[in-house]
């Protein structure tokens, strides 16, 4: 073999042979979420993983095939291992007391699943199956591993990247999607209201409190066990005070090396092939307009519960009954501080925001009933 024929035979080897126009369109978006991601600090622990998944995949199609190192992380998504344990990672890290001390908050996450299944019925009269319908809703929640969890017990695997990107997205870019809305339906007034400092939580509370919601829940839709077991478990560890490594490791390590997998599969869905479908143009349109609608829906019953303490609730909070914790949170402490910055509305929209959590499990769950799964 000469020289010239090494040269062909490496120039045949090269990405720039076997590559068409659409992988060059989602390397350039990979390299824009990239750039979110790092310059913008917009949730890199998310975004970094998706968008190098979707660089990889892109750049080099067999790495999501069968054999390939990516379709083995895919495997865990499919199996519903990796959604579980972000939850129980998430569970580990995250403090119910707001929510313990004031159960009202129930019904502001509650409110703010209005979006989910808003979107569902749009979903079906714009041509989706009711499967596919339920599966895209979700990204209403802004809760990625439940969107990943849902597309999968319902077959939904050729939806899936569209939706866990969308899901992803939504939850990154909270901070910008969220203030408008928020504005436009509160008063300045409104913005400004203070809520009185919550009850303090006993111990004994704190331990009951994963018990007692995993009974309820898990009793009445056995099919949220997976999710809100996982929840619960992590809190369960957190808060009993007896197991600080198996806190430690579920919160840090196995958080982190799970979001590491599930981050770089997801995005690796993403191919030009699997993704620039008229279709996805349509999830991430109605995931948006659900996120949209579950925000609003939140604002709109905190202004209800507003009038009805006599002006003792700031409705800011109920934007925070989406599933994005803790940025949803912080988003109604950041535009309520705009306002009167020395409002403190952190802990008091803490309790919606983990509610949200709970809420689009549930209603996670509600939907694999309605299909008998």
């Not at 899936?160 to 203030?179: D, E, K, N, R, W």
């Not at 303090?200 to 999710?227: M, N, R």
């Not at 303490?309 to 914790?325: E, F």
Request: net charge neutral; glycine share 10%; charged share 10%.
């Amino acid at each position: 073999m000469n020289v010239l024929d090494i040269l062909k035979n490496l120039a045949n080897q090269t990405v720039f042979v076997s590559l068409e126009w659409g992988n060059y369109v989602m390397i350039i978006v990979a390299l824009g979420f990239l750039y979110l991601a790092i310059a913008k600090g917009f949730e890199p622990l998310l975004l970094v993983p998706i968008s190098f998944g979707m660089l990889l995949v892109n750049l080099y199609p067999p790495i999501m095939e069968d054999g390939g190192l990516l379709n083995y992380f895919f495997k865990l998504d499919e199996w519903a291992i990796l959604p579980c344990l972000i939850f129980m990672g998430v569970g580990a890290q995250t403090d119910f007391a707001p929510l313990i001390s004031n159960p009202k908050s129930f019904i502001l996450g509650a409110a703010a699943q209005l979006g989910i299944f808003s979107a569902y019925l749009m979903a079906i009269a714009f041509g989706f199956n009711a499967e596919g319908a339920a599966a895209i809703s979700i990204i209403g929640g802004a809760d990625g591993p439940t969107s990943i969890f849902l597309a999968m017990k319902l077959g939904q695997t050729e939806l899936m990247g569209p939706i866990a990107v969308a899901a992803y997205t939504y939850m990154s870019l909270v901070p910008i999607i969220q203030p408008p809305i928020m504005k436009l339906l509160t008063t300045e007034e409104e913005r400004k209201i203070k809520m009185e400092q919550l009850r303090p939580v006993s111990k004994l509370e704190k331990i009951l409190f994963p018990i007692v919601v995993t009974i309820v829940v898990v009793a009445i839709l056995p099919s949220t066990a997976p999710l809100i077991g996982m929840l619960m478990l992590g809190n369960l560890f957190k808060e009993c005070g007896v197991t600080k490594q198996l806190t430690e490791t579920a919160s840090n390590a196995l958080m982190y090396i799970t979001v590491i997998l599930l981050g770089t599969s997801v995005g690796a869905t993403t191919s030009a092939k699997a993704f620039l479908k008229a279709d996805t143009l349509l999830i991430v349109a109605l995931g948006l307009i659900a996120f949209a609608i579950g925000t609003a829906g939140g604002v709109l019953f905190g202004k209800l519960m507003c009038k009805l303490s006599g002006g003792k609730i700031n409705p800011l909070i109920g934007s925070a009954g989406v599933s994005a914790v803790p940025m949803a949170a912080r988003v109604s402490q950041k535009v309520g501080s705009k306002y009167d910055p020395t409002n403190f509305l952190l802990m008091h929209a803490m309790g919606p925001n983990v509610a949200g959590v709970i809420g689009t499990a549930v209603a996670a769950g509600i939907f694999m009933a309605m299909f008998g799964i």
